[in-house]
């Protein structure tokens, strides 16, 4: 329920949601007027903001208009410009700023998103956006999940993979969806100390792409471990799982599920483990000296 609703429900509830600016941090395009938007942004007073600009029929630049001006206080933002101008509009610093959601996204490749200042981003979630050179603002990530991204050439290879990952050695959490994955040769392997989920789910070439990133990645700490299969030709499933256990082999309690289109390795109990309809869910534990 939103604050605009809230506050009808009596003079009392009005007044104190008025005077309370943390009611109007989430600011969206999402059934507003730009007007009712200009007040929910004066209202907010200085607190941090949560901005979601995600109309489809409206053109995205009315909306980041207004919201712009106050990058400095950006703590989220949730970008869908459906493939429309807009990324002037992401060139200020971001002091504040720890999330950034893009989907639908083309950026110039000569855009330096956020100028280069985003202190505190720690988590990035992109579906659908073609980068632009400089990629600074993908540096010393806790969190990263890229779906159907390519680089400015328009292809996601294993070597910008790499040089992607090289900048957040420190990540926990890693979810790769790739349209494409040129797997010509092997480069070399980087650590990532601090992995803790890694979620593969590959759209082409079902045994290439997915070990030959595997063999990339070393990620000593993981404790769960996803692929999910868009193509469920047994010899694929065959060439994957083996460097997907070996990952884990060192886990005290190993649970895997699998399903016609998931395998899901991970520590933990097999009462704590998700399973897919239509899968099985198998505890390890019992046999780990034997894996390792």
Excluded at 39 to 59: A, T, Y
Excluded at 159 to 178: F, M, V
Excluded at 179 to 191: E, F, R, V
Excluded at 260 to 271: K, L, Y
């Amino acid at each position: 329920m939103r604050a605009e609703e809230l506050r009808l429900v009596n003079r009392e509830w009005k007044a104190a949601i008025d005077s309370t600016p943390l009611f109007w941090a989430y600011i969206t395009d999402q059934r507003a007027t730009l007007k009712a938007i200009q007040r929910w942004i004066k209202k907010s007073g200085e607190v941090p903001l949560h901005i979601v600009c995600s109309r489809g029929n409206r053109p995205p630049a009315e909306f980041m208009q207004l919201v712009s001006p106050y990058a400095h206080r950006w703590q989220t933002i949730e970008l869908f410009p459906h493939f429309r101008p807009f990324s002037e509009y992401i060139m200020n610093p971001v002091p504040l700023l720890e999330v950034l959601a893009m989907s639908s996204a083309v950026i110039p490749r000569d855009t330096v998103i956020f100028a280069g200042v985003h202190p505190v981003l720690s988590t990035v979630r992109l579906t659908s956006v073609i980068l632009p050179d400089d990629t600074r603002f993908l540096r010393n990530l806790r969190s990263l999940h890229l779906q159907s991204v390519s680089g400015p050439s328009g292809r996601f290879s294993l070597s910008y993979l790499r040089a992607i990952l090289t900048e957040s050695t420190n990540l926990e959490q890693l979810a790769i969806d790739p349209s494409y994955t040129n797997a010509t040769s092997q480069p070399p392997s980087i650590l990532l100390p601090n992995l803790a989920s890694f979620r593969l789910a590959p759209t082409m070439d079902p045994v290439v792409c997915p070990t030959a990133i595997l063999n990339m990645i070393r990620a000593p700490s993981a404790t769960h471990f996803q692929i999910y299969f868009h193509n469920t030709d047994p010899p694929a499933v065959v060439d994957i799982l083996s460097p997907a256990i070996g990952r884990l082999r060192q886990a005290s309690n190993l649970v895997i599920t699998v399903s016609s289109r998931t395998f899901d390795v991970s520590t933990g109990t097999q009462s704590q483990a998700s399973c897919t309809p239509g899968g099985a869910t198998i505890g390890l534990s019992q046999y780990q000296e034997r894996m390792q």
